[in-house]
């Protein structure tokens, strides 16, 4: 089996926290759910340096609007490049077979009749609280959401959502792993294997549904 891993980020503050600046978010929580040991994991800020390791070695990263929000984030933590890694965006692929970008929870609940647990916007709330544990099951249970729609989708090639009428409409998508070319390969020597230190930056970011480059549709 690959040794994939879907993961998923919570953040400290709101995209107006920050003046839409990805420079300045700063992550709560990081969570990933790893196929090699049928775990999941997660990981606070302060614990970022025991997460690059596990990315480093993965064959595939899968998230959702991870190209977008979750990636550029971790980047100011990390200091190699992680879009050398083999990456599944799944809300990418979706935009790719519908034409719009769907929420994970409208493609959770017309695919698998399951909800997401909460928002990023409440987790945010939960980090000024300072609730991190509420924070890592909420995180934890979003990428769980997302495991159970890739593995539907790569089982079955398609999806469902539901459309603007109330209608259940399936859609193809092909999550099939695709093997990385020679140019790829060669680029992972970008990658600080086992690196060590992880960047704080000085100020922080938001909800994967508050982005203002790309417009989520219910």
Known sequence: MPNEIVFDIETQNTFADVDNDFK?????????????????????????????????????????????????????YYLGDLSVINHLDIMKKVNESVGIRLKLNSIAMATL????????????????????????????????????????????????????????????????????????SANKKNINLLTVLTVIPSEAVADEGSSPIKKIFF
């Open 24 to 76: 300045k978010f700063k992550i709560s929580c990081v969570s990933i759910y790893q196929y090699a040991t049928d775990t999941y994991t997660s990981f606070k800020e302060n614990e970022l340096s025991k997460l690059w390791p596990i990315l480093e070695k993965a064959d595939r990263i899968i998230g959702y609007n991870s190209e977008h929000f979750d990636l550029p984030i971790l980047h100011n």
């Open 113 to 184: 009749d399951m909800e997401k647990s909460a928002d990023g916007l409440q987790a945010i709330r939960w980090w000024k609280e300072g609730k991190i544990d509420e924070i890592i099951k909420y995180c934890e249970q979003d990428v769980k959401v997302t495991k159970e729609i890739y593995e539907f989708g790569k089982t079955n090639k398609q999806l469902f959502y539901q459309n603007l009428v109330g209608e259940i409409v399936p859609f193809a998508v092909n999550f099939d792993l695709e093997v990385a070319d020679k140019g790829a």
